[in-house]
């Protein structure tokens, strides 16, 4: 990564790229994982590699259903844990601590290697030893999630199985579903608008996910000084197919008015 200077116009995307195949090398991520970044630095593209105001909207809407949950669980893969592992941390500070892994493509070797990836570092591993953090998922995945018979189906009852609102950054469309056939309520994080994920979240946030991550947490911190009325009334106000939908024009419009 030294190798890329600062200068370069795509210097952050490019870091990402270089994060995001340490960790394919380190066994963190799966193969499948390489191909799904990508694809989502095309959407990135699509809608300017910015926040729009459409993605502000529904992180401010999943802040205050994060504030307002009784068990929030971040559901994380490899590509997260690449990516935003330290901030991933700070925002489960601010909530109930509860990180769970969940994976597709699930062996020991790549759950072990996550677990050691968050235990280099030194911060984050005394937390994660002191229980302040709590890194699920890994040894306790004793519940099935119904209707889901992939791995990704093999989930902690400490976690994703009794949480009540869980956040899922990342394409995960089949375990969104059996999430929400569950009554649970799913934020998700997909570049990718037209996915199914996207359509079925009951908040989406089409965002680049080292963007919107430390956002979530800003807001929670900020949310967590409001009363439960002002929060239900941020809610109830957010309609995520209307948001879906500016979002698509926004893309629309984009390449409309570029001019080559």
Do not use: W
Request: net charge positive; glycine share 6%; aromatic share 6%.
């Amino acid at each position: 990564m030294d190798t890329i200077p600062k200068t370069h116009p795509r210097y952050k995307s490019l870091i990402n790229r270089e994060k995001i195949t340490k960790a394919f090398d380190e066994g963190i991520l799966a193969k499948a994982g390489l191909i799904a970044h990508g694809r989502g630095e095309a959407f990135d593209y699509l809608i300017g590699e910015e926040t729009t105001s459409m993605a502000m909207k529904a992180i401010k809407t999943a802040a205050a259903m994060l504030v307002l949950a009784k068990n929030p669980v971040i559901s994380i893969n490899g590509n997260t844990v690449a990516l935003v592992r330290e901030e991933i941390v700070k925002l489960s500070e601010e909530l109930n601590g509860k990180i769970e892994v969940n994976l597709f493509y699930r062996t020991e070797d790549r759950l072990k290697n996550i677990k050691k990836f968050f235990e280099s570092n030194e911060s984050i591993g005394k937390k994660i030893n002191e229980g302040r953090i709590k890194l699920l998922g890994i040894e306790d995945a004793n519940k099935k999630i119904p209707n889901l018979d992939s791995l990704r189906g093999k989930v902690s009852e400490e976690g994703i199985y009794s949480a009540d609102v869980v956040l899922v950054p990342l394409e995960d469309g089949d375990r969104t579903e059996a999430l929400i056939n569950m009554g649970k309520k799913v934020i998700s994080i997909d570049l990718n608008p037209l996915s199914r994920t996207a359509q079925k979240s009951t908040v989406t946030i089409v965002d680049e996910l080292t963007r919107c991550i430390p956002l979530i947490t800003k807001f929670v911190r900020e949310y967590k000084h409001l009363n439960k009325k002002e929060l239900y009334e941020i809610i109830e106000k957010y309609d995520n197919n209307q948001n879906l939908k500016e979002i698509l024009h926004h893309i629309f419009n984009r390449l409309k008015n570029i001019s080559l």
